[in-house]
């Protein structure tokens, strides 16, 4: 199939950053973040979590799917935001630019920095086998962790190493 590598046992894989439109506009990320988070928000009379177009409730249309220059590494870059707001503001969480990326048995969560150009690693998964199954990038391991930078990011409620919502990739075939 065009855009896509064969990685033995029937499984594929995007073969390039650009790929086609049409295999773009039926991939998705799907994660909640934090259940936790998302209670605790929702649960505040002045709480609320907007999700900034395309996306919506815990599901992000993917911008880019493909290979990195590393033939064993992926990258899915998700377009929209989500946005956790409360305490008249005291608590003003984005998460945009959101990108995973899967090299080797590891993957990484990174966003967009607040305030700043560039991007931090939010929390990283070890340990993790893929294989592709119905469309979707199957991820088996532990759940993402918090990494010292998304600790700081969601304000310093959960300790490093904290797991976070497990996150499912559908890409299209």
């Keep these: 199939?065009?855009?896509f590598v064969d990685k033995g046992e029937g499984a594929q894989m995007?073969?390039?950053i650009a790929t086609s439109e049409a295999i773009v506009a039926l991939s998705c990320l799907e994660w909640g973040v934090k259940s936790s988070l998302r209670e605790y928000v929702r649960g505040l009379d002045d709480g609320r979590i907007e999700w900034d177009a395309p996306a919506t409730e815990a599901r992000f249309p993917c911008m880019r799917v493909g290979r990195e220059a590393d033939p064993d590494a992926y990258v899915f870059?998700?377009?929209?935001a989500v946005r956790y707001f409360a305490h008249g503001?005291?608590?003003d969480i984005t998460l945009r630019d959101i990108t995973v990326r899967v090299v080797g048995?590891?993957?990484t969560v990174s966003v967009a920095e607040q305030h700043r150009a560039g991007s931090i690693v939010i929390a990283e998964q070890d340990g993790v086998e893929r294989r592709i199954?119905?469309?979707?990038l199957v991820i088996t391991g532990d759940a993402p962790r918090l990494t010292?930078?998304?600790v700081a990011l969601l304000g310093s409620v959960y300790p490093r190493g904290?797991?976070?919502?497990?996150l499912r990739i559908v890409i299209a075939r």
């Design 105 to 107: 048995d590891v993957l």
């Design 89 to 91: 503001g005291l608590m």
């Design 14 to 16: 995007p073969s390039a």
């Design 148 to 150: 010292s930078r998304g």
């Design 1 to 3: 199939m065009h855009g």
């Design 162 to 166: 904290t797991e976070l919502d497990p």
């Design 77 to 80: 870059v998700a377009d929209g």
């Design 133 to 136: 199954a119905d469309r979707e």
